[in-house]
């Protein structure tokens, strides 16, 4: 049997506009690999919400899925502060 091991980000919710939709922004820290000088990396995810239990400004955990439209791939595992 193969289990797979799916990604888990934690993100803010910055848009709540569409039903079963949130847009998450996902901030992570990296090193540049020549300067050492720390990088704040910053990306917007979509992500799929289909209790609508998330509003603008919570911050929850996230987790990878199968495709559910163009743009969602990533799905809600639990809203972790409201």
């Known amino acids: 049997m193969y289990i797979v091991k799916r990604k888990v980000l934690v993100g ?19 090193k540049h690999p020549l300067y050492k000088k720390t990088i704040l990396r910053k990306k917007k995810l ?4 289909e209790e609508n239990k998330s509003k603008l400004g919570d911050i929850v955990k996230i987790v990878e899925c199968r495709p559910i439209s163009k743009k969602k791939r990533w799905a ?3 809203v972790i502060k409201k």
């Open 12 to 30: 803010n919710i910055v848009s709540d506009k569409c039903s079963k939709t949130r847009v998450v922004l996902v901030e992570s820290k990296t």
């Open 46 to 49: 979509m992500i799929h919400d």
């Open 76 to 78: 809600l595992l639990d």
